[in-house]
Antibody, heavy 117, light 113 residues
């Protein structure tokens, strides 16, 4: 079955950096666009970034543009999110998600990022 | 960006009774390809979101048939024909027609009376 396992979250000071990873299994990773979506605990959902299956096109929310970079390694079935210049408002649970029929049909368990001094 | 507005935000329901959640978008969700990319997600307490419905009315695999989606244009509805205890959680609508970005509703919390 489809599994998405995120890692790399943690606590970081404002202005710091983190790199999130999402290891995929149970499907042909290189065939699917992938997304990062975040959620402040107990709050709503915010789409963050997306990357085409071949890495040929990437998109970002305005709130993270210029600070976050999405990438993937199809040989390792892994999606990444490099997060630089982190701010307090980036504190959230970050989920990776697989794209199907124009939305997220499978989500990982999430990894918590806390930006605080 | 397309704004998604859900109502109600809190929905107490008696077990076995029906429930209905409304989702309205700030512009039509009909895509130029003819599809309407309106989706519904369930998030049980302590869990990740799970997609229930895609493209307005298509149930994902394993989703009980008591869940149904309907609507068109800017007005959409998720119905639960008879609420069960396992249905407690927060339900989100999401549009994928006018992306980037995907945008989500605020969420509707379903609880048992």
């Amino acid at each position: 079955q489809v599994q998405l396992v995120e890692s790399g979250g943690g606590m970081v000071q404002p202005g710091g950096s983190l790199r999130l990873s999402c290891v995929a299994s149970g499907f042909i990773f290189s065939n699917y666009d992938m997304h990062w979506i975040r959620q402040v605990p107990g709050k709503g959902l915010e789409w963050v970034s997306a990357l085409w299956n071949d890495g040929g096109n990437e998109n970002y929310a305005d709130s993270v543009k210029g600070r976050f970079t999405i990438s993937r390694d199809n040989s390792k079935n892994t999606l990444y999110l490099q997060m630089n210049s982190l701010r307090a408002e980036d504190t959230a649970i970050y989920y990776c998600a697989k794209d199907s029929h124009g939305s997220a049909d499978h989500w990982g368990q999430g990894t918590l990022v806390t930006v605080s001094s | 960006d397309v704004v998604m507005t859900q109502s109600p935000l809190s929905l107490p329901v008696t077990l076995g009774q029906p429930a209905s959640i409304s989702c309205r978008s700030s512009q039509s969700l009909v895509h130029s390809d003819g599809n309407t990319y309106l989706n519904w997600f369930q998030q049980r307490p302590g869990q990740s979101p799970r997609r229930l419905i895609y493209k307005v009315s298509n149930r994902d695999s394993g989703v009980p048939d008591r869940f149904s989606g309907s609507g068109s244009g800017t007005d959409f509805t998720l119905k639960i024909s008879g609420v069960e205890a396992e249905d407690v959680g927060v339900y989100f609508c999401m549009q994928g027609t006018h992306w980037p970005p995907w945008t989500f509703g605020q969420g509707t919390k379903v609880e048992i009376k």
